[in-house]
């Protein structure tokens, strides 16, 4: 089993920030990205930020330079780190793992989070 467990969610004004801490746990052999989506009111989820093994990053066009993806390999975390938040922003975060379980059977798993809410208070 492999959980992945969020927090750091919450309201804020217009303008101030939040961290997201996704930590994973569980059966995990090896992780090969992390990332995190959102998804408002009535739209589809979208991709925000990812990182992979590597530490290469990849982010929404509409976040760039106001958010910034970082993972801990020791403690199997990603954190996004949300600056400038905009009215916008606000939706469900989610964070998504993708893993192997174990080295015999290694192909990529995709995981999810629950979701945190995040609001950009106008």
């Known amino acids: 089993q492999v959980q992945l467990v969020e927090s750091g969610g919450g309201l804020v004004q217009a303008g101030g920030s939040l961290r997201l801490s996704c930590a994973a746990s569980?059966?995990?052999?090896?992780?090969?990205?992390m990332g995190w989506y959102r998804q408002a009111q009535g739209k589809q989820r979208e991709l925000v930020a990812a990182?992979?093994?590597?530490?290469?990053?990849n982010y929404a066009d509409s976040v760039k330079g106001r958010f910034t993806i970082s993972r801990d390999n020791a403690k199997n975390t990603a954190y996004l780190q949300m600056n400038s938040l905009k009215p916008e922003d606000t939706a469900v975060y989610y964070c998504?793992?993708?893993?192997?379980?174990?080295?015999?059977?290694?192909?990529?798993?995709?995981?999810w989070g629950q979701g945190t809410q995040v609001i950009g208070s106008s």
């Open positions: 990182i992979d093994s590597g530490g290469i990053t």
């Open positions: 569980g059966s995990i052999f090896s992780i090969n990205a």
């Open positions: 998504n793992c993708r893993l192997t379980t174990t080295q015999a059977i290694n192909r990529l798993r995709n995981y």
